[in-house]
């Protein structure tokens, strides 16, 4: 009864529940997606720095 109410009077002001719903549902989808790639990135970053540093690392273990 009260969640009829709350959804009648929703949609008097002219918002659909359901295009709120699938909004806010889309905009979780977006979060998770950038934190992955966000994640991705940062590793692609440490993947970088490592390789940048290998032939020091090199130069290092030939001269021993």
Do not use: F, S, W
């Not at 009864?1 to 977006?30: E, F, P, Q, S």
């Amino acid at each position: 009864m009260i969640a009829n109410l709350a959804d009648k009077t929703i949609n008097d002001h002219g918002y659909d529940l359901c295009g709120i719903a699938r909004t806010i549902a889309k905009a979780v989808a977006t979060t998770v997606r950038t934190t992955v790639l966000q994640t991705k990135i940062e590793q692609m970053r440490v993947l970088v720095d490592d390789k940048e540093r290998l032939p020091d690392q090199k130069e290092v273990l030939a001269a021993t």
